[in-house]
């Protein structure tokens, strides 16, 4: 396993928050997080990184999005048929909170080297980002979730991005947001949820129509504090969840794998010190590799890439 600073010391985003990640057709790793003096100020940016292919390091951090007097958050990205690559954000009226964030969104047609204007994608106060797109046949779903209601709702594309429509809410007792979603091989929706109030159990819920309504929600053994998960389907069709599987606090932060009919191991921990560990997104590149990007103690992005093989052979128990 590899485990690095994504990024130096950041003297004018010296706190920093969710980074997400994702893979563009030659291979270049993009990432994308908010920085600024501290969480929902004013100067907060959204800022990104390169890992370029066959490289060993990251590019110098830039500023993606920058809306001045307004802070920006939640960034994630959705590849497009054609080629371009969008960026969804979050941008939050000067002096207001996430519940008056309103969602938007930019283009770029080489690969984020460049990124046309930001547009608003609609006007909804309070409706967030935070997990990746799912491509499905004839459409895409974009999870988000409604900060007001704490609930979690997909956003609904089957014109390859051109338009979206919000689905019907995701309700559970606690609340839910930051649904991560796979695809089953019954050609069902799996999604993982974050739990509200103040900690419990990830939500697991199932959709059987390509994300147009979901089965009751239903609590997990897997604990949660409140925290960002991320689930992705490996190539092979084992599931990889990395969350903190604790009821408190946002350490550790751990990897916790399972086959597809979800026989969730015991969790195995990258890091397990005092502090916050949290917000990780999972990536599996074309080659194989596992790539993952986590807010470390709110003063850097932290990277760590790693085989199946890897933590494989940290989960058997020895002979």
Same mark, same amino acid.
């Given at each position: ?101 309103? /969602?938007?969104?930019?283009?770029? $047609?080489?690969?984020?080297?460049? +990124?046309?204007?930001?547009? &608003? #994608?609609?006007?909804?106060? !309070? ?124 350490? /550790?932060?751990?990897?916790?794998? $399972?086959?597809?009919?979800?026989? +969730?191991?015991?969790?195995? &921990? #990258?890091?397990?010190?005092? !502090? ?44």
């Amino acid at each position: 396993m590899i485990s690095r600073p994504l990024h130096p010391p950041l003297p004018q985003q010296p706190s920093v928050h969710c980074a997400t990640l994702c893979q563009l057709p030659d291979g270049t790793l993009l990432a994308a997080w908010f920085g600024g003096t501290r969480e929902l100020a004013r100067d907060v940016v959204i800022l990104g990184a390169r890992l370029e292919s066959g490289a060993t390091t990251w590019s110098a951090p830039q500023v993606l999005v920058a809306v001045p007097g307004h802070a920006l958050g939640q960034p994630v990205f959705l590849p497009l048929a054609d080629g371009r690559l969008r960026l969804f954000c979050n941008v939050v009226p000067p002096g207001e909170r996430w519940t008056s964030a309103q /969602p938007h969104f930019q283009d770029s $047609a080489n690969g984020g080297r460049k +990124w046309g204007p930001l547009q &608003a #994608l609609m006007d909804h106060p !309070g409706l967030m980002f935070r997990s990746k797109p799912l491509h499905l046949p004839g459409r895409i779903l974009l999870p988000a979730y409604d900060e007001r209601m704490w609930h979690s709702r997909m956003l609904i594309s089957e014109d390859g991005g051109e338009s979206w429509r919000l689905g019907e809410p995701i309700v559970s007792p606690p609340g839910n947001i930051h649904a991560c979603l796979v695809r089953l091989d019954d050609g069902g929706v799996l999604a993982y949820l974050r739990t509200g109030g103040q900690g419990g159990f990830l939500w697991r819920t199932v959709s059987r129509d390509c994300g147009e309504s979901w089965t009751p929600p239903q609590p997990t053994s897997i604990a949660n504090p409140n925290a960002g998960l991320d689930l992705i389907r490996l190539a092979g069709g084992d599931l990889l969840l990395a969350c903190n599987p604790v009821t408190r606090g946002r350490t /550790p932060l751990s990897l916790l794998p $399972a086959s597809p009919n979800e026989d +969730w191991r015991r969790p195995l &921990a #990258l890091e397990e010190g005092e !502090g916050e560990y949290s917000y990780p997104t999972l990536c599996q590149a074309r080659d194989g590799m596992i790539h993952m990007v986590y807010t470390w103690r709110r003063e850097r992005i932290q990277h760590v890439c790693f085989s199946e093989t890897w933590w494989r052979q940290r989960l058997t128990p020895p002979a």
